[in-house]
Nanobody
Framework: QVQLVESGGGLVQAGGSLRLSCAAP????????MGWFRQAPGKEREFVAA????????NYADSVKGRFTISRDNAANKVYLQMNSLKPEDTAVYYC????????????????????WGQGTQVTVSS
């Protein structure tokens, strides 16, 4: 089990930006595929973005493609989610997660594909 801590959430107006961070202390950070998911009230947790172990490949849900950017710094044991042009429908609790198995840049990841999760950070976008 990997301990993950998200930060950077908050309240922002539509069209604004936020940058989420996820810290994953430990020497094995670079061995994990990292992902971001979100869960809005009354809805299931959904895939947002994922990044390969090296950071050279990324995968995005269609709903955020072109607006969100996932990145990682393996030396700092951190993964980031830069969110631009935010919309009210982006309002949710955002979670980072780790995956030991393979990375795909086209597969629509499911929550069950990831093993360890953070506690989440709230993002609220006002209209």
């Amino acid at each position: 089990q990997v301990q993950l801590v998200e930060s950077g959430g908050g309240l922002v107006q539509a069209g604004g930006s936020l940058r989420l961070s996820c810290a994953a202390p430990g020497r094995t950070f670079g061995s994990y595929v990292m992902g971001w998911f979100r869960q809005a009230p009354g809805k299931e947790r959904e895939f947002v973005a994922a990044i390969s172990r090296s950071g050279s490949s990324t995968n995005y849900a269609d709903s955020v493609k072109g607006r969100f950017t996932i990145s990682r710094d393996n030396a700092a044991n951190k993964v980031y989610l830069q969110m631009n042009s935010l919309k009210p429908e982006d309002t949710a609790v955002y979670y980072c997660a780790t995956r030991r198995s393979y990375f795909s840049n086209s597969y629509h990841f499911q929550p069950a594909d990831f093993e360890s999760w953070g506690q989440g950070t709230q993002v609220t976008v006002s209209s």
